[in-house]
Nanobody, 128 residues
């Protein structure tokens, strides 16, 4: 019971990627879905969340206007469209589920402890 992330890669500054995470063993439409990232030596950081109830989205200030989260409940998959990548976006990206209203805790200190069903992550590396 976990997510399987894919779609990371190595891109140049200004490039785009679209990581995805497919749910295995559970149904996405029961949960809020969040994307987190963790760079070497840094705390895990919440970047975006989409709510179960109305699809409302939230973003960390550092990614607003560049990242777009979406979900396809029919495919049991969530996505993170990333535009205008910067070297500081380099990290392992994870998705996870939360029980509403978990999206409200996305950017609180250690907010990730409220989320579960973590996958193995997908590496995003941005070269300058």
């Amino acid at each position: 019971v976990q997510f399987v992330e894919s779609g990371g890669g190595l891109v140049q500054r200004g490039g785009s990627l679209r990581p995805s995470c497919a749910a295995s063993g559970f149904t996405l439409d029961n949960y809020d879905i969040a994307w987190f990232r963790q760079a070497p030596g840094k705390e895990r950081e919440g970047v975006s969340c989409i709510s179960k109830s109305d699809g409302d989205t939230s973003y960390a200030n550092s990614v607003k206007g560049r990242f777009t989260i979406s979900r396809d409940n029919a495919k049991n998959t969530a996505y993170l469209q990333i535009e205008s990548l910067k070297p500081e976006d380099t990290a392992v990206y994870y998705c996870a589920t939360g029980h509403p209203p978990s999206c409200g805790y996305l950017d609180t200190p250690r907010g990730y402890v409220l989320f579960g069903n973590w996958g193995q992550g997908t590496q995003v590396t941005v070269s300058s």
